[in-house]
């Protein structure tokens, strides 16, 4: 408790140097605009684009029941993810107008009520935040696309190579001689990052261009790789191994899913992470848009673009290559977000060394670009506010964006196997997305008012907007919005809703999952495994999760308070000079 105590006072003592440092700093910034509509349309994809299409998606689809998910998943693309697409072009746009670039003022102007600047902080702190963790992962793409090249992978086993995962995830590994190499790789992609930012919109636009045909090349080859694969890897261990079986569990669809509200829920969720809605990125990126230029077909296109990648190549990829060697069985049983590091390169030296290699760098190559282009998006909001209310210029911007991911990223390496890492992607990725959806949908909808709403989104507009989305925008999506908070808030055991209200209709109890919010606040799963241990390096694992998660928590809460209290200066210095 007394180690808490000192990381809170440090922390408060760092926020308040921070922050006297930006206002002491300040640079002019030129207001910039994107070169061409193309680009703007791929860095928009690209920021949906991510490495939840290739690692997420196929997870999330497996575990809820393959073909289940996708009508689900399909309805609720149309009834959430389009609106809330049109929702944050138009309010980003409109803001633009005014001279705003972050979602603080952009909240701001449409609403004078002070509440709403405090509520666009999330639209700042959610990417810097996740961020630090999701440039982690992009790093181990890096890493291993290298390592691809290197050959590292072409003579293990299965269990060697995930055996290798966990070694690197643990600092145990070099690279060329360097220690640490996750570590090493971090900070490379963070200065990668960095200095892309530094470029501005140019720097995206241009990453967007050259990234994202690359991304979807090496994506439509490894599709046709695993769809040739078939039944040809049959082996004794695995005799119904079959590509086909994998494709026709995913594309099979099973019609009682619609009334499994679970799997509702884990479709609005995938939703959230696959278009990048609620982070306050598509805001900033359509800040610097015309204020006449279309946004309901760049939207419309920037979100298919991006169900293209997730639907076709993210399920023609992983899904039917594994199952091709090992049975749609096996899949069901092991499919997990670690599998792309822990199986693929596996599979991959089951095609020759050359080809395997190839394809090492080919998977891991896409992933790394699915995961910059999303990065590079992330610091555009940090990078809008400190130019609008501070006057810094693109490299002041883009130093202090590196530098803040660095020191909130750099403990999810060094305290991975304590849970750091998860935490940051459950209340950053997770639950301030949702949080921040569903308030900036109310406020369009309901105070800025839907007409005046649906007049921003087709100002200008190159396609004519079904009338009947008016009323979605209205209605249906903040009531899936806010089913989606509540699912959150009180998942159920298994995520059995219909168990639940079968054990509440009969005994009063409503089962509670370790995964709902409100176990996650108070720890319940890890207090209660601390009771049950007896093991002593058991119990002092479980320990040290505990006071790592609670320190994840604490730095979170002092980056949010530290942005909302810029926003409170900047609102101030506005105030002063008017």
Known sequence: MDQLK????????????FISFIV???????????GSRLGL???MAGNSVGLGNFLRFPVQAINNGGGTFIIPYLVCFLLMGIPLLWIEWSMGRFGGRHGHHSTPFILNSMSPRPLWKYIGVFGIFTNIAVAAY?????????????????GTFSSLSQSSIAAYFDSYTNLSTSFFGIPSEAVFFFIVCVGINTYILSKGLAGIEKV????????????????????????????????????????????TPQYDSLLRPGIWLAAAGQIFFT???????IHCYAAYIDSKDDIALNAS??????????????SLIVIPIAAGYFGIEWIKENMSFGMAFQTMPFLFNQWGEILASLAGVLWFGLLFFAGITSSLAMGTPWMGFMSDEFGWNKIKGAISFGALVLALGLPCVLFYKYGYFEQYDYWAGTVSLVIFALAETILFAWIFGLDKGWQEITTGADIKVPVIFKYIIKYVTPILLIGVFIGALITPVKNNWIDAFKSLSNDGVWPLDGQSLLLQISNTEMYTALHNAVDPLVIESIRNEIFYTNIARWVLLILFVGITTLVYIAHKRRTQEK
């Open 134 to 150: 999701y440039c982690y992962i992009e790093s181990w793409t890096l890493s291993y696309a290298l390592h691809s090249i290197k």
């Open 6 to 17: 000192v990381t809170v006072r440090t922390g408060n003592y760092l926020a308040v140097t």
């Open 301 to 314: 296109t920037a979100g298919f673009t991006n169900e293209f990648v997730e639907i076709v190549l993210g």
């Open 275 to 281: 278009l990048s809605v609620g982070m306050g990125t």
């Open 24 to 34: 002491s700093h300040g640079m002019n910034l030129t207001k910039e605009t994107w």
């Open 41 to 43: 349309i791929l860095a």
């Open 208 to 251: 967007a261009k050259i990234g994202m045909p690359l991304l979807v090349i090496f994506g439509i080859f490894l599709a046709y790789k695993g769809l040739t694969v078939g039944t040809s890897a049959v082996s004794e261990q695995f005799p119904l191994a079959s590509a086909w079986d994998g494709l026709n569990y995913l594309w």
